[in-house]
């Protein structure tokens, strides 16, 4: 490339994100998968090889514009097709019942169905310092049957290409609106065919090697990463069942020695659902098995628990019209857990607290992590060098032995090199994103960052409501002693109304404040556009302070947190998810905490009674701040209309409790702006919190799963 004067990192540039996940859960299956290989475990990653993700995220005249992200449209050369190992997967049609004439046993035929092909594509992940290479399997569909030429002779243009689209509408994008029937039925299918696909193939390798499928739990764990594969219970009984041959209870003892369950979120709404009569349409010989899953598991907890019926309704698979996926998870699954101290807990004592009572041995807690390779040694490597200079590369392997740093933390040398890597991370972020988006950054204010995906539950509305407390102050002369910058980004959901409606309001904040001569020296608002790991990267390094402020009890864990402070930022946040362990690591001098606590959020939600409005009315800096949203000067550059939303959704709900939080907010974020004036004691503080992150490698994750749930050699 050097002879032909092209720049490697322009080349590397072109490389787009792979689309195969969408914010901190897909992103956690990656760290998983880096820590596996590094760790010498064998493992398989699951998934579905989608054509699009999510959307890519343009911003235009104020608003998020979704266009398509078609990330393999130049191919992926880091993927090995696998035509040989393709499997057939079935949906819909209707059961046939039979016995068979030789063996006696009763035999279900699945007739009238429409299949499609899957074809995996194997990418290798490779392990840090060894020769282990893992496999990330994702599932591509192809139609059975290719173009019918003769439907197409007799002029039925669409029944000649049905199957070819049925095959491309299953991959083609991730996570399909599913706001209406036909999105809901689109996602369940994309959910049967990748766990049945891998199921198949799980069975067939077993087999290989093995003679008896009723050890398979011996070899096998199958690790359910959140309700989203936990057709894989029903499906694995019909595969030993009705194709192995095994009784009922054979093929129950495999399947619940075989399959664990992690539990990613503790909002109900996100417990997946789905409707009876789409699920029995489109997969019947599954519901068939679910229904006699919850018959018998009834039975038990009647047994254990006579005469009480609302353990019964709150407890069982299926109610009210719907298959409730979680519940089959715990109800099948040998292990399920949590992924932070304060999550696994809330789980236990009140989201999942009927099942804790009745079979507390399963459930367990693994705090998340992230991979260091890739969020240090890849995105900073200045400050991995630096790390190395100081304690050796021990801790590339072992992230415990960040802990040497804390030798440091009275060393004036190592503080101003600390304050020189971040100046230069800094600066790097500033010239991408001038170069990316014409954004003008001042490179020596406090990069205060809020990125992650979009939801109020997050709570970016909170820090809109301070930036414009904020932009008042300074126009009342009140300037802050540093320059600050607030970075947001974020996608929200194509049908996610109110979250659309916040990015508007950053976005129209970012006009007003940044055009105001008044204003802009002391404070600016930057919106990236299409937040993905590639811009994380960049950003990550460069930060100062880091918003983790989602209402107490919503964040399951989150991992932008860990990757933030182990690259020297700041915590500024509530004690949600793993925040609360990142308190326990740093000591309360080194992080910055505000905000109502779990069991106060929780009790307000149970009591329902909850009134926006009042915090509105008698707190007059919250109530400026709030109708500023719907005011002449939003008006003047062209933010109304859908803004009126908004103002009202927090008037009359604010359902993530915003207000009761603010004026700590407030207080707390002028703290952390107060302290970074002290360079040298910024800079102790963001050395302990890289030398307490080695907690957070997922090594340590997968070492725990390992111990206690996979048991893998």
């Not at 609302?310 to 009210?320: C, D, F, G, Q, T």
């Not at 590639?534 to 950003?539: I, L, N, Q, V, Y």
Request: hydrophobic fraction near 40%.
């Amino acid at each position: 490339l050097e002879e032909m004067n092209i720049d490697l990192n322009v080349i590397e540039d072109q490389e787009p994100d792979a689309a195969l996940g969408n914010g901190g859960l897909g992103r956690l299956a990656a760290c998983f998968l880096d820590s596996l290989a590094t760790l010498n475990y064998p493992a398989y990653g699951c998934g579905i090889r989608y054509r699009y993700g999510m959307f890519k995220q343009k911003i235009k005249d104020g608003y998020q514009v979704e266009v398509p992200d078609n990330w393999l449209k130049e191919g992926n050369p880091f993927e090995i097709r696998r035509e040989e190992y393709a499997k057939e997967v079935r949906f819909g049609g209707n059961i046939r019942f039979e016995k068979d004439p030789v063996t006696g046993k009763d035999k279900f035929i699945q007739e009238n169905y429409e299949s499609v092909m899957a074809v995996p594509y194997d990418m290798p992940i490779v392990g840090y310092g060894n020769h282990v290479v893992n496999t990330l399997r994702v599932w591509d569909a192809k139609p059975i049957t290719d173009f019918k030429l003769d439907e197409f002779d007799r002029g039925n243009y669409h029944k000649a290409v049905e199957q070819e689209n049925l095959a491309k509408l299953i991959v083609d994008v991730l996570y399909p609106n599913d706001n209406h029937y036909s999105g809901k039925e689109l996602r369940l299918k994309q959910q049967y065919f990748f766990i049945s696909a891998s199921l198949q193939a799980l069975i067939e390798k077993y087999k290989k090697k093995h003679g008896d499928i009723r050890k398979l739990h011996e070899k096998v764990v199958i690790q359910m990463n959140d309700t989203h594969p936990t057709v894989a219970v029903p499906e694995l009984m019909r595969l030993l069942i009705d194709v192995e041959g095994l009784s009922w209870e054979d093929a129950w003892e495999v399947t619940s020695k075989t399959c664990a369950y992690t539990n990613h979120t503790i909002m109900a709404e996100a417990l997946e659902k789905w409707p009876i009569d789409l699920f029995s349409k489109l997969l019947p010989r599954i519901y068939q098995i679910v229904q006699e899953i919850d018959r018998r598991f009834l039975i038990k907890v009647r047994e254990m628990y006579p005469g009480n019926e609302e353990k019964v309704r709150k407890m069982a698979i299926l109610m009210n019209g719907q298959v409730r996926m979680a519940n089959m998870a715990i109800v099948a699954g040998f292990s399920v857990n949590g992924v932070a101290q304060l999550h696994t807990e809330i789980l236990e004592k009140q989201e999942l607290k009927d099942f804790y009572q009745m079979m507390p041995e399963k459930f367990n807690n693994k705090t998340n992590g992230i991979t260091f390779r890739r969020w240090l040694m890849s995105c900073n490597p200045e400050l991995s060098a630096m790390i190395t200079d100081l304690i050796g590369d021990g801790w590339k392997k072992d992230a415990n032995e960040l802990e040497k740093l804390g030798n440091f933390v009275n060393d004036d040398a190592v503080l101003d090199r600390l304050l020189a890597v971040k100046a230069g991370k800094k600066a790097d972020l500033k010239n991408y994103l001038k170069m990316k988006q014409g954004f003008d950054i001042d490179e020596n204010s406090i990069y205060d960052i809020q990125v992650k995906r979009l939801h109020e539950y997050k709570r970016q509305q909170m820090n809109a409501l301070y930036v414009i407390h904020k932009y008042f102050e300074i126009k009342e002369g009140k300037k802050p002693a540093t320059p600050i910058t607030v970075f947001f980004g974020a996608k929200a959901a194509p049908a996610y109304i109110i979250a659309k409606d916040i990015i508007h309001l950053i976005l129209c904040l970012q006009q007003i404040i940044n055009n105001d001569p008044e204003v802009s020296p002391y404070l600016k608002v930057f919106m990236v556009e299409n937040y993905n790991v590639t811009m994380a990267e960049k950003m990550i390094p460069a930060c100062d302070i880091s918003e983790q402020i989602s209402l107490a009890s919503k964040e399951a864990s989150g991992t932008g947190n860990m990757k933030f402070m182990l690259n020297g930022a700041l915590t500024l946040g509530t004690m949600d998810g793993a925040n609360v362990e990142i308190a326990e690591l740093v000591g309360n001098e080194n992080i910055f905490t505000f905000g109502e606590d779990s069991q106060t959020v929780i009790d307000r939600y149970a009591r329902g009674d909850y009134n926006s409005r009042s915090y509105y009315e008698k707190d007059s800096e919250l109530k400026r701040a709030v109708d500023f949203i719907v005011s002449d000067t939003v008006k003047s550059v062209g933010c109304s209309e859908n803004l009126e939303r908004l103002y009202n959704e927090l008037l009359n709900k604010d359902w993530f409790m915003t207000f009761p939080d603010f004026e700590e907010y407030i207080a707390t974020r002028e703290k952390a702006y107060a302290a970074y004036t002290d360079r040298k004691a910024w800079a102790k503080k963001a050395l302990i919190n890289i030398s307490k992150a080695g907690f957070f490698s997922s090594d340590r994750t997968i070492d725990q799963y390992n111990k206690e749930i996979w048991k893998l050699s």
